[in-house]
Each structure stands twice: as structure tokens, then as C-alpha cells.
């Protein structure tokens, strides 16, 4: 009975293999608009998409990134400047992308811009916190999609959206999984809407890989300026020791946790966007497959235990 049920699986997985391998033609008339491109993952799709023959139109923050990646790129790669907090810069870039693609229209857009910080205990944050980040991880992911939709659906495209493994469970504090469930709830209802159009959405949603996101460096420095304007009280409720002991935490699941080969990521938007036939979903990363996922699938009171747990707690902690 095992051994069948191992065929089974198996079998799935080599019909899924195959399926999946047939790629879209003609990618040399294809266009595709990536957000956040000076650096880390969408810097890396945009070379890579670019070697495959895709005319890639590059998204940057910075100036700087625009002018490094045009040097080591084709000349079938644009850029274009866009911050996506920022509906004036949004709509801008979309004209000039409307103007490039023409009859075409646009294969996919991908949603990759976001932000780490702010990200703290959840009593140590204010408004203003929240608003920051949703603006570029949520709004942003909204305001770009809304914005080239009638582009995608004249050219039956794509939308990856890059969400988290923290778009599925939450064991910290703060506006990113909020972001990234918000990332989520979009594509999924999108999906559905623009099915009809033959408009097809998928999610990103990595494990733990090192790119400024991830920075260390960056992450204490936040939780240290978080840490220092807190009121004295609250201090004294979390001790202090508590920084210390949280960035031997941070320290400790990072380095167990961090994959360097972002290719991993980068490998699953290329499939989203060149498959003839994408998946809804994708989890790149050991982490996300064998420790977050399944873990999301638990009975909530067994992940909150182990959170629980092995995280830093406040000196005057009641557990
Ligand atoms: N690395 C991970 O472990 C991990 C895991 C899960 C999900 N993700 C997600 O993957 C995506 C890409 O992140 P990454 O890991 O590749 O980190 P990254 O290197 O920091 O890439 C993020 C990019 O977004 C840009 N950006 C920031 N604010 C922006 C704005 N307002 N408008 C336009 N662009 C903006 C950044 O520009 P600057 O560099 O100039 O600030 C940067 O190029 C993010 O959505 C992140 O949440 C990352």
C-alpha cells in the first residue's frame, strides 16, 4: 500500500514536471515591466530575462541603478524610473511604457519593489509605521497592477506578484506579513477576475535569501532606532537585555536560515513568465518548503507555542 501510494506521488510529479516544461514562443515580442530593479531579486530577473531574449523595461528607484544595469544589459533592456508610493511616478512610467509596447501590449508586469523595514514588536510601532511600509509593499503591488491592467489584458499577460513566505504566517511583529497577506488576498482575487481575460496571476512567495532585505546590519539598526524611541516604561517592561538577546536571536535564525542563491527565486518568476503553463503559486527556498509552509498549515496553537518558545520574550513575561 506505501509503495503504491509512493508510485502515485511519483507520477504526479513527473506529469507535473512535464507540463511544466513548454515555454512561450516568440519572447523577442515580448515585454515585461519589473519593479524594483537596482537591486537583489528584480535586479537579477531583469539580466537574466534579458539574456533569454525578453525586452525587459526595468523599473529603478535610483538613477544609479538605471545607468548599472543599462551598462552590463542589451540595448532590447529600457528603464525606467519609478518609485510606486508615488501615483504621479507610477502613471508616468506607465505612459512611457504604453507608448513602447504599442499594439503589443504588455506580457507581464512583475511586482518585486518592497521593504523590510520598519519591523519591530508590535507595541513599539506607531501609525506612521505602518503606513510607510503598506504604501510600497501593498499599495504600490496595487497601484503599478491597476495601472498597466489594460496593457496586460490586450496582450493576455501576466502578473507575478512577489509576496513571502510571511504572506502565509505571521511570527513577528510589525507591517510586512501584514503586506504580504495583503499581497495575497490581491492576487487571489485578481486571478479570478481577470481569468476570463485569459489574464493569468501568480504569487512569489520566497523563503529567507540574502539581499538588502535580509541585511542584518539593516534589520538592528532598525530595531535599535525603534528600541530608542520607545518611553522608558515600556523598556523597563522588555529590560535591557532585550536587544541584545534579540539580536542574538536575529543572528542565529539568519544564519540558519539564509540561501545566498537567488537564482532559486529568480528561476520561478522567469517560469511564471515564459511557462506556457505557470503556477498559481511558487516557494522558492529549502526554508520555505519544509519549515514555513507546513508550518502555516498547522493547528494555530503549535506554531503560536513554538514562536512562543524560541523567541524573545519581555522581562516581565507572564508565560
Ligand atoms: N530577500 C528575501 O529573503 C525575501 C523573502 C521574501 C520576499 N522578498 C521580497 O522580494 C522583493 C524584492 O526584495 P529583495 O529581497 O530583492 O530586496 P532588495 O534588494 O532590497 O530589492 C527591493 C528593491 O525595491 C526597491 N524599492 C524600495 N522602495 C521602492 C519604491 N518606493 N519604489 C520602487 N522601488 C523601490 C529597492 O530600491 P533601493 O535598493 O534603491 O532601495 C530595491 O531595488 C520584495 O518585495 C521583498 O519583500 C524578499
Known amino acids: 500500500m506505501f509503495l503504491y501510494l509512493l ?82 511616478s507610477v502613471k508616468k512610467a506607465t505612459a512611457s511604457i504604453k507608448a513602447l509596447v504599442g499594439q503589443k501590449g504588455l506580457w507581464a508586469v512583475v511586482n518585486n519593489a518592497g521593504v523590510s523595514v520598519p519591523s519591530g514588536p508590535t507595541d513599539w510601532l506607531v501609525i506612521e509605521d505602518y503606513k510607510s511600509m503598506l504604501a510600497v509593499n501593498l499599495l504600490g503591488v496595487v497601484d503599478v497592477t491597476l495601472s498597466v491592467l489594460p496593457l496586460i489584458k490586450q496582450a493576455e499577460g501576466r502578473v507575478i506578484n512577489v509576496s513571502s513566505v510571511f504572506g502565509r504566517i505571521s511570527p513577528f511583529g510589525g507591517p510586512y506579513c501584514v503586506s504580504k497577506y495583503g499581497v495575497e488576498a490581491f492576487s487571489d482575487s485578481l486571478r479570478i477576475n481577470m481569468a476570463p481575460f485569459g489574464v493569468k496571476v501568480a504569487c512569489i512567495e520566497p523563503g529567507f535569501f540574502k539581499t538588502n532585505v535580509t541585511d542584518l546590519v539593516l534589520l538592528k539598526g532598525n530595531v535599535k532606532k525603534l528600541w530608542d ?74 506554531s503560536d507555542t513554538m514562536f512562543l518558545k524560541n523567541g524573545p520574550k519581555p522581562k516581565i513575561s507572564k508565560l
Open 7 to 88: 508510485g502515485l506521488v511519483v507520477v504526479w510529479f513527473i506529469f507535473r514536471w512535464y507540463r511544466e516544461l513548454e515555454r512561450v514562443s516568440d519572447k523577442g515580442d515580448k515585454y515585461v515591466y519589473i519593479t524594483g530593479c537596482d537591486s537583489g531579486f528584480g535586479n537579477l530577473l531583469a539580466k537574466h530575462l534579458d539574456k533569454l531574449g525578453f525586452r525587459v523595461i526595468a523599473g529603478c528607484y535610483t538613477e544609479k541603478g538605471e545607468d548599472e544595469l543599462k551598462k552590463v544589459t542589451s540595448d532590447r533592456l529600457t528603464t525606467v524610473h519609478v518609485d510606486v508610493t508615488d501615483s504621479d
Open 229 to 302: 524611541r520607545l518611553p522608558e516604561d515600556v523598556k523597563r517592561d522588555y529590560g535591557n537585555d532585550f536587544l541584545d538577546i534579540s539580536f542574538e536571536h536575529l543572528d542565529n535564525r539568519f544564519n540558519q536560515f539564509t540561501d545566498s542563491d537567488l537564482m532559486k527565486v529568480v528561476g520561478c518568476m522567469e517560469h511564471g513568465i515564459s511557462a506556457v503553463r505557470p503556477r498559481t503559486r511558487y516557494s522558492p527556498g529549502w526554508d520555505a518548503k519544509f519549515f514555513w509552509l507546513p508550518l502555516s498549515y498547522m493547528p494555530t496553537f503549535l
